[in-house]
């Protein structure tokens, strides 16, 4: 059995997990970062279109390319790589357990990232009848197919779910000379981003079907056929809005859940995202062990991945080199609730009457949110009792559409700790609406 | 060649058959429609092992499951075949009455099986902390047990090869020519020629039986339907019947013998006994049956959904023995549930049949009752994995994260006596892709395991039969390499 220590072990090497990796070595700590994969990346190697690091390189970077940037970077590091290294295990006492082709090799680190990215939900999860066949997949696993191995699965294509993945696979599938006869959306609303629904599908001319789910799946071998129907708004099936579809592949696109069983082995709690519940610190309820990226909440940006995985890694290296960060736990960590149209916010605590050295070391916090539907012409506001700490318009949110924004050292330590605080949405008034129009 | 036996399926019922005869000198082959064991109504079921009070007292079904459970432990243990006794609780709710479970209760005495009344909320609730406050009195049964029904039959299958008998998949019988003396058994690819016919064909035994001249009976299908959820630890502790309706034996809950916990089946006669498909209404009808007994099950728990047929007989009990129309014609038909609790008995009383109809049956002196331990990643302690790995790498390399499986277990299960040919084959054989992300991130590598190993292509590998295909040719980037490779010359790429 191999045996290691270091100061900072970071799980998972997706974008996440090398951004902490990165930042954690600025600290000034040993860094290993532990991959199941035989090579860094995480889900971006798979994803061959542009459109990553927007924000962060000011360029539209395809995937792979954006993830070579930080491969590139954590090459001019000390940082130590295990690849084709799953880990199994993992307990309170920061001891991981992994395996790899040599054999069970076990780490103590003194403080640890979770960067785990998520995994697909599947037929399974969301319950549609009919036969058993091939040509079902989950838009992930089709894109791997296309993208990585080189082979098409399928030749006409029914998508279930307006996600990112499944209207990015209608074009490449497109391009590949395949027909995809419809995207289907349960919703009222696209689930991804409007972006995507302009490039992958209008521009294609393919068909997005909303407020319809699919109702049965024929074909006792291979897909011969889709049926969807219209939902009311309990998404009940319609009678006699049923509308087929002859096919032979159908891709799931139908949400995400973060990758969470080490972090429940180790004891950590987790949220409504069904990520590890977290403070501004983004520290979960085991004292030194963070996350980040898809396995804390479901990104749609990369660029915002990055941001919170460099925040991670360094107060994971803080916490590594001695540093004691205020815990979830303490009775002066507030909740921060969801209120009314908010579908999740995080943190979920937040720590006051932090230190002010230590605080301003910090920096301001990041707080992220997710609108529960499609909302125009809204404050994003939050409230501490009566007391206002933050308070935004926006022309237009989406639940597709991730809200981050900061609030300062200074409003966190104003904080009652008898009050939660709530974050929710308040629509414009119509009198300040109709002004601004005049205006 | 001439067998002295043909078996016809390879469920539960033929596999445990073909075990039971290669104690003897036989020669005998095992012929299967589908691409492996255990791929009709032996994969899709509850997986019990009923204690054996249910069944009307006389028929073959009381007697064969009463005769069989206790021979569960023995075999279980030798063929490595994970089996767990939790015990049942039939459970009558406020205002069924208390009728049905003395019935039962009664059976269960005069058939010397371990039986008790318990009508104490507490002590109930103690043995089944989540089960409905509105239940009234339970009758429980220490002696039902859960199992994997296709590693049954997939252990029966390879102890029947390792002790000589043949096995040959996706070959259909589709006539049977009786030549007197033997019968020619007709498949698309070749006939085999066979002594004795043994019918164990499930669905379909009265297709069978008439091919060879017996029209006695009729099966007709019954589908039920299962939702199955995710690990749960013990928040299902035993198998909980409801009390029964004429049809079925109503909607259960129970956990699996790996930890699962499914709901279901519910019962509904149809036509078609290809139709294994699931419907809206009947998984509804499949949650609300199960919320009767476990209220506040976690649906959201949910990872796939699944249907099986009843084999139901004209006669509605097993038909077991020499047809009276065609000799040496052996049925093992109409093997509806219990049939999995059954299928030792029912191999025994075939092999007695085969003795009473004449045919002289002469032990083997060199019978190996077991068959190489299967190594379960999962299960071992971190120190057997660790040297594992170190002795062939392949067991250090995760293929299924849901379910720990790895490259080392998937190679196994393709090298086995009557092994994995394709990607259910090697599912079934070590739970790769039967996790909570169902084959989203293993399916792609364990095609290529397979590719590897059976030296072919990639797209020539199948879900199951050979009409389940995964791909449609290549990608446009990937043609021209590929194509380029072959006649040695450089394609740049577009
Ligand atoms: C299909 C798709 C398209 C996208 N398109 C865009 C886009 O156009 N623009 C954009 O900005 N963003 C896009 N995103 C979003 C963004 O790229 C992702 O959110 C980001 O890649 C998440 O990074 P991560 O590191 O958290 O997770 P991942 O990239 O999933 O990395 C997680 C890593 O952890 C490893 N791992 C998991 N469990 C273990 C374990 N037990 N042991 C060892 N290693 C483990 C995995 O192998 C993996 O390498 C897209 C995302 C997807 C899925
Ligand atoms: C919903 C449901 C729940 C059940 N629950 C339980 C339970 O909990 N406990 C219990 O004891 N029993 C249960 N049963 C019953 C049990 O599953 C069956 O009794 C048992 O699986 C029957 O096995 P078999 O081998 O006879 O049939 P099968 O498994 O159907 O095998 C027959 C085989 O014959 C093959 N075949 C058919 N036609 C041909 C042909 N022309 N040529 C070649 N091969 C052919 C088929 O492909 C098949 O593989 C349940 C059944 C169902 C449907």
Same mark, same amino acid.
């Given at each position: ?126 319950? !549609? ?35 990112? !993945? ?30 995507? #629904? ?21 074909? #006792?071998? &291979? ?47 987790? =949220? ?97 949110? &997710? ?9 994003? &506001? ?58 | ?14 596999? =445990?058959? =073909?075990?039971?005869?290669? #104690? ?126 296709? *590693? ?67 099966? *007709?299908? &019954? ?22 309706? #004429? ?248």
């Amino acid at each position: 059995m191999m045996q290691k220590e270091t100061d900072v072990a970071v799980i998972g090497g997706g974008p996440a997990g090398l951004a902490a990796a990165i930042e954690a070595n600025k600290g000034g700590c040993s860094v290993t970062i532990i991959e199941r994969d035989d090579g860094l990346g995480g889900i971006l190697q798979q994803c061959i279109h542009p459109g990553f690091g927007l924000h962060e390189f000011k360029e539209e970077l395809a995937g792979p390319e954006y993830a070579q940037r930080y491969i590139d970077m954590l090459g001019e590091t000390k940082v130590d790589v295990m690849l084709g290294t799953m880990v199994l295990d993992m307990t309170p006492k920061k001891e991981i357990l992994a395996i790899n082709e040599q054999g069970v090799v076990k780490v103590q680190a003194k403080a640890i990232v979770l960067a785990m990215g998520c995994r697909e939900r599947t037929r399974g999860a969301i319950k !549609i009848p009919g036969y058993r066949p091939t040509g079902v997949y989950t838009a992930g696993t089709a894109q791997r197919f296309v993208n990585i191995e080189g082979f098409m699965p399928g030749t006409r294509y029914v998508i279930l779910g307006s996600g990112d !993945i499944g209207m990015i696979m209608a074009r490449r599938l497109t391009w590949e000379g395949a027909k995809v006869e419809a995207v289907v959306e349960i919703m009222s609303y696209p689930s991804g981003l409007i972006r995507n #629904k302009v490039q992958c599908l209008d521009d294609f001319g393919i068909p997005l079907y909303l407020s319809h789910t699919v109702v049965r799946v024929h074909g #006792k071998d &291979r897909v011969t056929g889709i049926t969807i129907a219209r939902v009311d708004e309990n998404w009940k099936m319609v009678p006699g809005t049923e509308i087929f579809f002859s096919c032979d592949t159908l891709l799931l696109s139908v949400g995400l859940i973060p990758e969470n069983e080490v972090s429940r082995k180790a004891g950590i709690r987790l =949220a409504r995202t069904n990520g590890p519940e977290v403070n501004q610190f983004l520290q979960t309820n085991v004292e030194g062990v963070f996350a980040c990226g898809n396995v804390l909440q479901v990104h749609d940006l990369v660029d915002n991945v990055a941001i919170e995985a460099k925040r991670a890694g360094a107060m994971a290296a803080m916490y590594a080199t001695g540093i004691r960060l205020p815990s979830i736990n303490s009775p002066d960590a507030v909740p921060l609730v969801a209120g009314r149209g908010i579908g999740y916010v995080l943190p979920i605590k937040v720590n006051t009457g932090v230190d002010l050295a230590l605080a301003s070391r910090i920096g301001p916090v990041n707080v992220s949110l &997710r609108v529960k539907r499609p909302v125009d012409d809204v404050y994003v &506001r939050v409230k501490n009792g009566a007391k206002e700490v933050y308070k935004k318009f926006f022309k237009h949110l989406r639940p597709s559409e991730m809200v981050i924004f900061e609030l300062s050292a200074a409003a966190l330590n104003a904080i009652d700790k008898a009050q939660p605080i709530e974050a929710y949405l308040e629509p414009k008034p119509a009198k300040e609406l109709s002004e601004a129009k005049v205006a | 060649m001439l067998y002295d036996f043909a078996i016809i399926g390879a469920g539960v019922t033929g596999t =445990a058959i =073909a075990r039971e005869l290669s #104690k003897y000198k036989v020669s005998a082959i095992v012929i299967e429609k589908l691409s492996d064991v255990a791929c009709e109504t032996s994969k899709a079921n509850s997986g019990i092992i009923h204690a054996g009070y249910d069944a009307p007292s006389g028929s073959w079904k009381a007697k064969m499951n009463v005769r069989s459970n206790p021979l569960y432990d023995d075999i279980c243990k030798e063929l490595y075949i994970p089996f767990r006794r939790l015990g049942s609780l039939v459970v009558a709710l406020a205002g069924q009455g208390t009728d049905y479970i003395e019935e039962l209760y009664q059976h269960g005495v005069e058939r010397d099986i371990p039986v008790e009344i318990i009508k104490e909320l507490s002590q109930i609730k103690k043995m089944e902390p989540n089960i409905t406050d509105d239940v009234e009195v339970v009758l429980h049964a220490p002696t039902a047990g859960v199992i994997s029904p296709f *590693t049954l039959a997939i252990a029966l299958a390879e102890n029947a090869n390792i002790n000589g008998v043949e096995f040959v998949f996706n070959a259909p019988v589709q006539a049977i020519e009786n030549m007197g003396k033997f019968f020619i058994v007709d498949t698309p690819g070749k006939s085999f020629q066979a002594r004795a016919i043994i019918n164990a064909s499930g669905l379909f035994a009265d297709e069978i039986s008439r091919m060879a001249g017996d029209e006695s009976f009729k099966i *007709t299908p &019954r589908k039920g339907e299962y939702i199955l959820l995710d690990k749960m630890g013990d928040y299902v502790r035993k198998v909980l019947f409801p009390v029964p309706t #004429k049809k079925s034996k109503g909607i259960l809950v129970s956990p699996t013998v790996d930890g699962n916990v499914f709901l279901g089946p519910n019962a509904r006669d149809q036509d078609s006994k290809l139709d294994n498909s699931t419907s809206l209404h009947g998984l509804d009808e499949v949650i609300e049956g199960g919320r009767k007994l476990i209220p506040r099950i976690p649906l959201v728990e949910s990872i796939t959904n699944f249907a099986g047929l009843r084999a139901v007989s004209s006669t509605n009990d097993f038909i077991i023995g020499e047809s009276k129309v065609t000799p040496k014609l052996f049925q093992a038909a109409g093997i509806q549930s219990p049939g999995l609790s059954s299928c030792l008995g029912i191999a025994e009383e075939v092999v007695d049949a085969v003795k009473a109809s004449g045919i002289e049956l002469k032990l083997k002196e060199n019978f190996n009752p077991t068959r190489e331990k299967p190594i379960v990643f999962a299960e071992l302690p971190w120190s057997e994995r660790d040297a594992l790995a170190q002795w062939n790498k392949q067991f250090g390399h995760i293929i299924c994260r849901c379910e720990t499986v790895t490259e080392g277990e998937i190679v196994q299960a393709i090298r086995r006596p009557v092994g994995a040919r394709t990607v259910d084959g090697v599912k079934f054989r070590t739970r790769v892709g039967m996790g909570r992300c169902q084959g989203g991130f293993c399916t792609p590598r364990v095609i290529k395991i397979l590719a590897r190993e059976l030296g072919v292509e990639e797209d020539e590998i199948v879900k199951r039969e050979p009409s389940t295909k995964y791909f449609f040719g290549e990608t446009k980037e990937f043609r021209q390499p590929r194509a380029a490779s072959v006649n040695g010359s450089e394609v740049a790429r577009p």
